[in-house]
C-alpha cells in the first residue's frame, strides 16, 4: 500500500510541476509581445534522464527515457520513448509506443508500434507495426500497410505504395508510381533515387 501511495504521490508532483511551468510560460507570453516566431520560440532541456508526460509538453528537449502515460509531446528525443502515444518533432532513438509513434520532421531510429508516422527518415529509419507512414525514409517498413513518398531501402508487407523507390518491396501488392513497373504482386524492384542510395 504504501509503494502505491508513493508511487501515485510522484505522479501528480510531476504532473503538477509540468502545468506549473506550462502556466508560467502562458504568463509570460502574455507580458511580452506576441511576434515571436516558432523558431524563437525558446525549447528547454529536461532536468531529469527520466521524463514522465502525461500531457503535451512541445518546449521541452528530453535526452534519455520518456514514458507516455497515455500521451507526450515534446520538441526533440534522444534516447527511448515509451508507452501509448508519443509524438516529438525529432526522434532519435527508439520509439516504442503502443497506438501511435510520430516523429514531425526527422526520424534516426526505430519505430514500434500499431500506427507509425515520420516525417524524414533520411539517416536511418525504420518503421515496424501495422500501418508506416513516412515522406522519405532510408531503411526499412515493414507492416501490413507501408506508405512513402520516397524510399531508398525496403518495404515489406500486404500492401506497398510509394512514389519513388531505390530498393525492393516485397507483399501482395506492390506500387511504385514513378517506377518502370508501377505495379507488381509478389516483389517489385525501383531503381530511382531521390540522393544518393543508403545500400
Same mark, same amino acid.
Given at each position: 500500500?504504501?509503494?502505491?501511495?508513493?508511487?501515485?504521490?510522484?505522479?501528480?508532483?510531476?504532473?503538477?510541476?509540468?502545468?506549473? %511551468?506550462? $502556466?508560467?510560460?502562458?504568463?509570460?507570453?502574455?507580458?511580452?509581445?506576441?511576434?515571436?516566431?516558432?523558431?524563437?520560440?525558446?525549447?528547454?532541456?529536461?532536468?531529469?534522464?527520466?521524463?514522465?508526460?502525461?500531457?503535451?509538453?512541445?518546449?521541452?528537449?528530453?535526452?534519455?527515457?520518456?514514458?507516455?502515460?497515455?500521451?507526450?509531446?515534446?520538441?526533440?528525443? %534522444?534516447?527511448?520513448?515509451?508507452?501509448?502515444?508519443? @509524438?516529438?518533432?525529432?526522434?532519435?532513438?527508439?520509439?516504442?509506443?503502443?497506438? @501511435?509513434?510520430?516523429?514531425?520532421?526527422?526520424? $534516426?531510429?526505430?519505430?514500434?508500434?500499431?500506427?507509425?508516422?515520420?516525417?524524414?527518415?533520411?539517416?536511418?529509419?525504420?518503421?515496424?507495426?501495422?500501418?508506416?507512414?513516412?515522406?522519405?525514409?532510408?531503411?526499412?517498413?515493414?507492416?501490413?500497410?507501408?506508405?512513402?513518398?520516397?524510399?531508398?531501402?525496403?518495404?515489406?508487407?500486404?500492401?506497398?505504395? $510509394? *512514389?519513388?523507390?531505390?530498393?525492393?518491396?516485397?507483399?501482395?501488392?506492390?506500387?511504385? @508510381? *514513378?517506377?518502370?513497373?508501377?505495379?507488381?504482386?509478389?516483389?517489385?524492384?525501383?531503381? *530511382?533515387?531521390?540522393?544518393?542510395?543508403?545500400?
Amino acid at each position: 500500500m504504501k509503494k502505491v501511495l508513493f508511487t501515485v504521490t510522484m505522479a501528480a508532483a510531476c504532473a503538477w510541476a509540468q502545468e506549473a %511551468t506550462k $502556466s508560467d510560460g502562458e504568463k509570460a507570453a502574455d507580458i511580452q509581445p506576441t511576434q515571436q516566431t516558432a523558431r524563437e520560440v525558446k525549447v528547454e532541456k529536461a532536468s531529469w534522464p527520466v521524463w514522465l508526460a502525461f500531457n503535451s509538453t512541445k518546449n521541452i528537449d528530453v535526452v534519455g527515457f520518456r514514458l507516455t502515460l497515455p500521451y507526450g509531446a515534446c520538441e526533440g528525443l %534522444t534516447g527511448f520513448d515509451l508507452g501509448v502515444f508519443g @509524438r516529438c518533432r525529432y526522434m532519435e532513438g527508439f520509439q516504442l509506443n503502443l497506438l @501511435r509513434n510520430e516523429a514531425e520532421d526527422v526520424l $534516426s531510429g526505430f519505430q514500434g508500434g500499431i500506427y507509425n508516422t515520420a516525417g524524414r527518415a533520411d539517416v536511418l529509419g525504420l518503421q515496424a507495426g501495422l500501418w508506416n507512414e513516412a515522406q522519405s525514409i532510408r531503411g526499412v517498413q515493414a507492416g501490413v500497410i507501408n506508405i512513402a513518398n520516397a524510399v531508398t531501402g525496403f518495404q515489406i508487407g500486404l500492401i506497398n505504395r $510509394s *512514389e519513388s523507390l531505390y530498393g525492393v518491396q516485397i507483399g501482395a501488392v506492390n506500387v511504385i @508510381r *514513378e517506377g518502370e513497373w508501377p505495379f507488381m504482386p509478389i516483389i517489385n524492384i525501383g531503381f *530511382e533515387s531521390f540522393g544518393s542510395p543508403a545500400f
